[in-house]
């Protein structure tokens, strides 16, 4: 009751507001868009504008991005028998998968919406920009993977979905036009606490619950697993896939998968019915599931994955995820992650070129370990690595080595890469190349480097130039504090204007109770630290 009485006081406010205000107040939102003309246009054509307040206006504004999300998707369905066997293929079906996703999203949206409240529930506010900002990611996606091809698809779907993108862009913009009108915008950006005083190690997310937090911690002789993978025959199934597929879906309860060690060879995909579910192993070193596709052999780097999960509140511990398709064979990706809310302990990632794809949504990673040569952690989502080894290995000749390539488009995305309390070094078989913590994938690209030790791998100006241009150098955001190590000097790092060396107010920032507001990521319940950063 008391939420709906709030949403219905932010209506009252809103509802108060002169007729004549829905013009000035598109304008203002529209401002901090990517392209604000783009943005009011497609927003002054709203039937009945003068009539709706802000909120109204959003939602009015999100349905009608759904409705061109469900007419862009039964035209590209329509083209599935006239596009080309293999890339083209792949390419949209990706787009369809993207699609389907997207009208998911904006339906969560809307749910939040019709109990708009800000001043109690922040992860509320999270969840919407959260899910505006996974929707522009999965248009992208799209593009991308139709941009390689030359057929019927790219010249009957790209514009559709480009319009998909710039109504998602303005719905987006009405949002934080709304924050900022409400003056909730303290309530957005409150100051939690990361690190708490108590004695002790890491505690895990706040989200999850005791049993979950008690999984991650038992060994594997511990674990009561709903279903068992072992390839001898001796559990429930053989393949991880069979395990997955035979799983619950949109279950509200955990449903542990136990994977006894062993490699296996499968290409897995966690659909988004399959919610939270749990895959256990034996250690990142015995567990290991593995596959070698790769854009040079035909497929997309959204379609390369080796495992794929969409399914929220997922979590894997002691498992890992292997693409060996090898430095010549390009994009070629261990594990893509579109699932919100979920969880990598203990897991390694082992690649060259665009290993891990955090693509989407929430994410978190905890002691992982990270291999790879070019924009090897990449992607669109909101994701925080706190004590994780991030290590880089040989390239191919003449080439250099890009840890990060974060993929912010929009800058009212809520999107970004948090690295924290990591070691970033070298693997066994690295080579000395000019070796970089990142490069701005997209236009508003975001990435922090805090409190981490950085070896002696890293150039002295810290960050490189994507394929040698000045894309992005004033609108990217780009931040490094207080890691040490030699390769973390700043004396010689870039000058662009988007780059910045933190004060511990803009660290804060960036601590996973800031960064993903209401979310609690990472609690602590053991080593004594202090507020918002460690000593």
């Not at 997309?300 to 399914?311: D, E, I, L, R």
């Not at 992982?368 to 040569?373: D, S, V």
Request: net charge negative; hydrophobic share 40%.
């Amino acid at each position: 009751m008391a939420k709906v009485a709030v949403a219905l006081m932010a209506m009252v406010i809103f509802s108060a507001l002169p007729l004549a205000y829905s013009n000035e107040f598109i304008s203002s939102a529209c401002k901090t868009s990517s392209e604000p003309e783009l943005c009011a246009s497609s927003l002054l054509g709203i039937p009945g504008l003068p009539n709706l307040n802000p909120t109204q206006l959003l939602n009015v504004a999100v349905q009608a991005a759904i409705g061109t999300v469900k007419s862009t998707s039964s035209m590209a369905v329509s083209l599935s028998g006239k596009a080309s066997p293999g890339l083209e293929q792949i390419a949209l079906q990706d787009c369809i998968d993207l699609l389907d996703d997207t009208a998911d999203h904006l339906s969560e949206v809307l749910q939040h919406i019709l109990n708009l409240d800000f001043t109690s529930n922040a992860f509320q506010a999270s969840s919407v920009n959260t899910f505006l900002s996974g929707s522009l990611t999965n248009q992208d996606t799209c593009i991308e993977g139709i941009t390689g091809t030359n057929g019927v698809v790219k010249s009957q779907l790209q514009s559709s979905v480009q319009q998909i993108s710039q109504a998602i862009s303005a719905a987006l913009a009405l949002f934080m036009g709304i924050v900022n009108l409400a003056d909730f915008k303290s309530t957005l950006h409150n100051r939690r606490l990361l690190f708490d005083r108590h004695g002790g190690g890491y505690d895990f997310p706040h989200w999850l619950s005791a049993v979950d937090r008690r999984l991650l911690q038992d060994t594997a002789d511990d674990i009561q697993a709903d279903a068992v993978v072992a390839q001898d025959g001796s559990g429930d199934y053989t393949t991880i896939t069979d395990a997955i597929n035979n799983a619950p879906e949109k279950s509200n309860q955990r449903y542990v998968i136990y994977v006894t060690a062993g490699v296996y060879y499968e290409n897995v995909e966690v659909g988004k019915r399959k919610m939270n579910l749990m895959l256990v192993g034996d250690g990142m070193d015995s567990t290991i599931v593995t596959g070698n596709k790769s854009v040079v052999d035909g497929t997309t780097t959204y379609h390369s994955a080796t495992f794929a999960v969409k399914g929220a509140g997922f979590i894997a511990r002691d498992i890992g995820f292997q693409n060996t398709a090898g430095a010549y064979k390009h994009q070629a990706v261990a594990l893509r992650v579109g699932s919100d809310l979920s969880v990598f302990y203990r897991c390694s990632f082992d690649g060259y070129q665009d290993t891990l794809y955090a693509h989407s949504l929430r994410q978190f990673y905890r002691e992982c370990e990270i291999y790879g040569t070019v924009d090897f952690i990449f992607g669109n989502a909101a994701a925080v690595l706190q004590s994780c080894t991030i290590m880089a290995r040989k390239p191919l000749e003449q080439q250099t080595i890009t840890i990060t390539a974060q993929g912010r488009k929009d800058p009212n995305e809520n999107t970004g890469f948090s690295i924290h309390d990591c070691n970033v070094t070298s693997a066994p078989d690295y080579v000395p190349v000019p070796t970089y913590l990142g490069r701005p994938w997209k236009q508003y690209s975001r990435t922090v480097f805090m409190q981490n030790y950085l070896d002696g791998i890293i150039e002295p100006q810290g960050w490189a130039q994507w394929n040698s241009s000045d894309f992005a150098l004033n609108t990217l955001y780009y931040g490094e504090y207080m890691n040490y190590g030699p390769g973390a000097g700043l004396a010689q790092r870039v000058n662009w204007s988007g780059y910045n060396v933190l004060n511990t107010s803009m660290a804060n920032e960036f601590t996973v109770a800031e960064f993903i507001e209401g979310n609690k990521w990472l609690p602590s319940t053991g080593v004594t630290y202090l507020s918002g950063l460690k000593l």
